[in-house]
């Protein structure tokens, strides 16, 4: 492929933004991208796409409600039913068909919009056969995470190493929204909200928007001394009835790998890869993801973890951003805030965080309890 | 960003809204034969693939893995074993519950695949992966058609 980001833009993330609207947010983020990529929307990018789901949203027909904030009125614009990943890979393919040059992808959160969080989410669950129960429907994650546990001989302190791990990473992430020092102690004493799963196993959600700038190879070198090119794309759906799944191993994650590497040419992602965004919507999903990348053998994740494997300064560093858990959940937009880091850390951007001679990452995606869906990206700062 | 912000939280301003949403869900051919044999002869419904030697449950009419129509009904009793479980302390709006709920993951014999239901008759601290349960039916009279004409599974 020969498809490369050239600008990113995004708001700080946070627990709440109650004076500024989504779109206003948007717009913050858009104008950031544009002049990052030295762009004029008006003039310069032809096609713009968006990630996001009615639900999170508070609106019907979503889709009309994003192009004046973008600078995408009178353009090609579309939604896209899925996370920020999926929204880019989307973009990638409309570059690739060579019917556009220049496109915009944007993510966003205003989850501290929605008053009713745990019903949305139980109206993903099948009607007819999961949703009786009137419990939370993170009951889901609960029974995955002691399945993983048990399989794996993973333990819940592994799990909770993950927490302290991402929290305190995010100390190093200006835009975190939940970075802190956190104990063990704090999460492993943290109340269980549907057992062995904590409080503090599950991310905060936050407000956040990230827009990306992509562009073909010719106009990429036109408008960036370096950009970051998408390797390889590659994503998956497991069947939807959560009756019939393989519960210890995350096989959509596992197969968006395999076809991400594959286009990449990475044969060993545990030598080839330099650090990896995962998703870590709850604790046990970053060891699960971990392992569906081949970052290391099955069950291995988190002994790894706690040996320091996957910290900042370890052979192979995972959310160095803080992930879901330090960063902030910002729903459909985690997954882009993933691809943030991987792109500023790729263009040595990253700050007081910025890792040494990081040339390849991997950005993984899933979108939540109860869905069995997600993206895998491979980037590289060379073309 | 903005030229200028608001800084008195007070001037915060928002409206509320919500989005009243009723719908029916069908349960379709196979659900309609799952729920109909429970309620009435208290057996679950599974569905077999013969190319794949699957068996789905709940069923499907259709296999997800050769996309062949299933036409291979079987009844099966009521029993299994709990591949996962979990002690639920929340309701669905996020509240504390009064007591917690204890839901279980139980692979039903017989079939690959299982159903998502309540434990009863065991305190939280016994229970252990592996373990055999059975259900218990609400009376003939109280039934609907829907899961939870089981009341819950306790051990076998
Ligand atoms: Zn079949």
Partial sequence: ?383 | MAYDKIRDPRRIMHVEGDMEVDYIYTAGIAGERFFVALRDKEKLVATHCDKCNHTFMPPRMYCDRCFAELSNWIELPPTGAIASYTITHEDNNGERLPEPIVLAFIEIEKTDGALIHQIGEVKPGALKIGMRVQAVFKKKSERTGALTDIRYFKPA
């Fill in chain 1, 1 to 383: 492929m020969t498809v490369a980001i050239v600008g990113v833009g995004h708001t700080s993330f946070q627990s709440t933004t109650p004076d500024i609207s989504f779109k206003e947010q948007m717009f913050e983020a858009a104008v950031k991208a544009y002049e990052d990529a030295g762009v004029n929307p008006r003039k310069d990018i032809a096609s713009f796409l968006t990630a996001a789901e009615d639900y999170y949203e508070g609106y019907s027909i979503f889709d009309e409600f994003v192009p004046d904030q973008l600078g995408a009125v009178l353009r090609s614009v579309c939604t896209i039913g899925g996370d920020g990943l999926l929204a880019l890979i989307n973009g990638v393919m409309q570059i690739e068909t060579g019917l556009f040059d220049v496109v915009a992808i944007e993510a966003h959160s205003k989850a501290s919009d929605i008053l009713t969080f745990p019903g949305i989410v139980t109206h993903g669950l099948d009607p007819i056969y999961n949703r009786a129960f009137n419990v939370h429907p993170y009951f889901v994650a609960g029974l995955e995470m002691r399945r993983y546990l048990h399989e794996t001989g993973t333990t819940r302190e592994q799990c909770a190493a993950v927490v302290v791990k991402n929290k305190q990473n995010a100390l190093s992430n200006p835009s975190a929204a939940y970075a802190a020092k956190m104990t063990m102690d704090d999460v492993m004493n943290s109340e269980f909200v549907s057992d062995p799963l904590t409080r503090r196993d599950i991310s905060p959600l936050a407000d956040g928007v990230i827009v990306m700038v992509l562009a073909s190879e010719e106009k990429a070198k036109d408008l960036s001394d370096d950009p970051v090119w998408l390797k390889g794309v590659g994503w998956c759906s497991d069947t939807p009835w959560i009756e019939s799944r393989t519960w210890s191993t995350a096989e959509y994650a596992r197969l968006a790998a395999e076809r991400a590497y594959k286009m990449a040419g990475i044969k060993n992602p545990q030598k080839q890869i330099a650090f990896a965004e995962v998703d870590d919507w709850f604790s046990y999903k970053e060891l699960q993801h971990i392992e569906a990348l081949g970052l290391c053998e099955n069950g291995e994740a988190g002994k790894l973890l706690e040996q320091g494997n996957f910290s900042r300064n370890g052979k192979l560093p995972v959310n160095v951003s803080g992930g879901r858990i330090g960063a902030g959940n910002l729903l459909e937009a985690s997954a882009l805030q993933s691809v943030l880091e991987c792109v500023l850390q790729l263009q040595g951007r990253a700050g007081t965080r910025q890792l040494k001679d990081a040339e390849t990452a991997v950005a993984q995606s899933w979108r939540g309890v109860p869905t069995a869906t997600g993206c895998v990206a491979v980037l590289s700062s060379e073309l």
